[in-house]
Each structure stands twice: as structure tokens, then as C-alpha cells.
């Protein structure tokens, strides 16, 4: 069965410092979203890309933030100076159409786990 | 703001017996999704209702959306070990192009 994958699975880096989370949507997918879930705390949505561009994004994807599908099978998420609060397990995701209000299913990465020190 | 409130927070029952788990809104979804997360992973979906009324088993699991289309239950019967979870449920309204998730459920079935 496809698969959405992340990369790295465990990240730690110094406050202030860029960071990139990779990500492979199923490949025939073509909306792609980024969420964050800070630990003890419930999934939060950070952003949705469609077309190579930002469809909707949340109040915490700020000027920080940045995503971007380099390639046909990547997509990223980049963090340009990373703050404590940054720590996070990250996920990705992608469904085909887009239309999760028609129950469209949203397949979920296992996530990388962002430390910032 | 918490869109979803999920409730209990926490369950701890016995191999053997009956659970709900209960998720609500003041919000109207289109949508409704159950997930089951493992610790360190990211959620796996169990099921979606987008019909208000709607019922659907899952071998032991059942998942009813509400009439309005504002609250969901799961509902699991004869709990076995195996269970053992955090159990999440996220939506998406009409305009939507995310999920919000509840906060979860954390379901401990002891033997």
C-alpha cells in the first residue's frame, strides 16, 4: 500500500538554525499538508499546498515558516531560524483530491521529531 | 480555541468490557475522521463518516456521527489489550482545506 515518508525521523539542531523536514507524498496525490504536534498536546495544522502554492495556513506557519515541492516527489517544510517552541513531531500529509469535506482520506507520514536546544 | 472537544481525556477498563469515546463541536463538519495513533507515530486512520446519522462498524468498533453533523462517538466492544491507544478524531467543515483534530483520548485496556 503507498505510503507517505518523512525524513529525517529525529532532528536536533541549536535554536536559530534553518531546518528542512522532507517529505514523499503518495505519488499520485496532489494536495499536501504539514502539522505539528507538540508533545502532550493534540495535532495542530500548519499549512496545505496545492498547485505550488499555499491553499490555507494557520496562525503558526509565520514568516518562519516556509514549504516548498522542489521536485516531482518532495515536499518540504523549512524552518529559517528554529526557537525552543519549535520542538515538535512534525507530519505530513497528502490525500488525492484535496476535498477532505467530502470524507476524502488524508494519509498521515510517521512524523520527525524536531528537538530544538 | 478547541473545535473538537474529545472527552474522556483518559480511560483505563478491564480486557473484556465496553468503551465510548465521545467527540464534540458547536461546528457543523462536513467530515468526520477516527484515528488511532501509537506513541512516536503518526495517526492511522480508522474511519470517516460524512453522513449525519451515519453508523459504521469496524469488527468491534463502532462510529456514529450525529444527526447535525456536530458530534461523533467510537464505540468499542469487548476491549482486548490490543487497544491500547490514543484514539483521535478530526474534522473538516464545509470551507475547509485542513483537519482540526480533538486532543484524544488515551485508552489503556488492561489484562
Known amino acids: 500500500e503507498p505510503e507517505v515518508t518523512q525524513t529525517p525521523s529525529h532532528q536536533v539542531t541549536q535554536m536559530g538554525q534553518e531546518v528542512i523536514l522532507r517529505c514523499v507524498p503518495i505519488s499520485n496525490h496532489l494536495y499536501f499538508y504539514w502539522y505539528r504536534q507538540i508533545l502532550g498536546q493534540k495535532v495542530e495544522f500548519l499549512v496545505s499546498f496545492y498547485n505550488n502554492e499555499i491553499s490555507e495556513k494557520s496562525e503558526i506557519f509565520d514568516d518562519q515558516f516556509s514549504v516548498e515541492r522542489p521536485d516531482g516527489s518532495n515536499f518540504t517544510l523549512k524552518i529559517r531560524s528554529t526557537k525552543l517552541e519549535d520542538s515538535a513531531m512534525y507530519f505530513c500529509a497528502s490525500s488525492a483530491q484535496g476535498s477532505l469535506r467530502n470524507g476524502e482520506t488524508q494519509y498521515f507520514g510517521p512524523g520527525t521529531r524536531l528537538l530544538v536546544l | 480555541t478547541q473545535l473538537l472537544k474529545q472527552s474522556p481525556q483518559f480511560l483505563s477498563i478491564q480486557e473484556g468490557e465496553n468503551l465510548t469515546v465521545y467527540c464534540n463541536s458547536s461546528s457543523v463538519f462536513s467530515s468526520l475522521q477516527w484515528y488511532r495513533q501509537e506513541p512516536g507515530e503518526g495517526p492511522v486512520l480508522l474511519v470517516t463518516v460524512v453522513t449525519g446519522g451515519e453508523v459504521k462498524k469496524l469488527k468491534r468498533l463502532t462510529f456514529q456521527f450525529g444527526d447535525a453533523r456536530k458530534d461523533s462517538s467510537l464505540h468499542i466492544t469487548a476491549a482486548q489489550t490490543g487497544d491500547t491507544g490514543l484514539y483521535l478524531c478530526?474534522?473538516?467543515?464545509?470551507?475547509?482545506?485542513?483537519?482540526?483534530f480533538g486532543a484524544g483520548t488515551t485508552v489503556t485496556v488492561r489484562a
Open positions: 478530526a474534522g473538516a467543515r464545509s470551507n475547509d482545506y485542513k483537519l482540526s
